[in-house]
């Protein structure tokens, strides 16, 4: 890999939120707690609820706390660095915690991406005690969980050049998800992550996570980025026939094929930024759900199950009808046969969707 790539590499966790949306700022939104801790209403009973999107802090001791001992000394750990808490790996600034944006007192911090301290964030982002009293005071029975920070990015760990210590890295996060779900009686399920990087090691933390009885994998829409062959490489065969074969989800969280912060005007502030960003970052879905369309991927592991995580619903019919138009239009055999559905057999027999904020799509969408 030449200099100029690993450098690239290195950098992809400090960018993986943007430094600004730690800074000191924003506005905190007051909430009353009261009226939205009264657990899960009546007419709901015995229905349990369960949150598709959620996200859990990787808490300070994660790694060392479980580090064999050649590691003990290698391992991630927090530093407060002007007045943030950051991730690093030796010197190696692998970026902050992440997006801990609820206060101690339950109110809600507007404007940024997080506190810049964890000392500051509810403890229910990190732990399970108070997670798990914050899910029973809103009647959530159970939540699937994501990471918030970029200390296992892949492109990161790529750059340290040590792959031993890099796989290591990801099985210490994958461990501490499944004595998670355990301390929280199979209520918190964090999606496993994998050394991408390595298909040996891949392919084996892949069967051991599901052996151990974690629910699903995160993947980044287009490892190409990062020096991994893309999905329509044999490099995934295995994998991919894992994930069929024993129904476990691979998803792409808030994931677009596409950068749209390369999409804004300059001279944008933080804030006006990443409010078109994550606009965009949902729409952006469309290239996401339309590269597995017609790749023939989903016709040679058809029980693959693929979840577009943190990214709406009101986008997906006109996405999966321009894509109808679209396989008339340029695809009218099928690619030679290897396409053997229409998109919408390959929506409904493939894909699901998260949504949190709409009103519009939840109306006129679910069936």
């Known amino acids: ?44 009973a ?14 300070p001791d994660l790694f060392t706390s479980q580090a064999p001992a050649k590691f003990k000394d290698r391992v991630p750990v927090v530093r407060r660095v002007n007045d943030v808490d950051r991730w690093f790996v030796g010197d190696r600034d692998f970026g902050s ?72 890295i990801i099985k210490m996060y994958n461990d501490a998800a499944v004595e998670r779900q355990r301390v929280s009686g199979n209520r918190l399920f964090t999606m496993a992550h994998l050394p991408l990087w390595d298909k040996a090691a891949l392919d084996r933390e892949a069967r051991r996570c599901i052996d151990m009885g974690l ?19 044999s490099y995934w065969d295995d994998f991919l026939d894992l994930c069929s074969s024993t129904g476990t989800p691979i998803n792409f969280h808030l994931n677009a094929a596409m950068d749209p912060t390369t999409l804004t005007w300059e001279g944008f502030a933080f804030e006006q930024t990443l409010s078109v960003v994550a606009t965009m970052f949902s729409i952006g879905n469309v290239a996401t759900l339309g590269n597995w369309m017609v790749s023939g991927r989903l016709d040679k592991h058809p029980g693959l199950k693929i979840g577009l995580i943190e990214s709406g619903m009101g986008w997906i019919p006109f996405a999966v009808e321009a894509l ?15 396409l053997q559905k229409t998109p919408w057999e390959y929506f409904h027999d493939h894909f699901f969707g998260t949504f949190w904020f709409e009103t519009i799509g939840p109306k006129l969408l679910l069936e």
């Open 324 to 338: 109808e138009h679209q396989f008339q239009e340029m695809l009218p055999n099928r690619a030679g046969g290897v």
């Open 97 to 168: 915690m992440g997006g801990n944006v609820i206060s101690k007192d339950n109110n809600k911090l507007l404007g940024r991406l997080a506190f810049p301290t964890l000392d500051e964030a509810h403890p229910g982002g990190h732990e399970v005690k108070p997670r798990l009293q914050a899910m029973d005071d809103m009647g959530v029975y159970a939540q699937i969980c994501y990471h918030n920070s970029g200390v296992t990015q892949a492109g990161s760990l790529m750059s340290l050049g040590d792959n031993e210590l890099a796989v290591e």
């Open 46 to 59: 015995g229905i349990k609820i369960v949150d598709t999107d959620t996200h859990l802090t990787e808490a």
């Open 1 to 44: 890999m030449a200099d100029n790539d690993t450098k690239d590499l290195a950098s992809d966790a400090r960018k993986y939120w943007s430094a600004e949306g730690y800074t000191r700022g924003g506005v905190i939104r007051e909430v009353d707690y009261a009226t939205q801790s009264g657990g899960l209403a009546e007419d709901l």
């Open 215 to 233: 629910k699903g994998f995160v993947l980044p829409d287009t490892p190409e980025r990062v020096g991994v062959p893309s999905y329509m490489h």
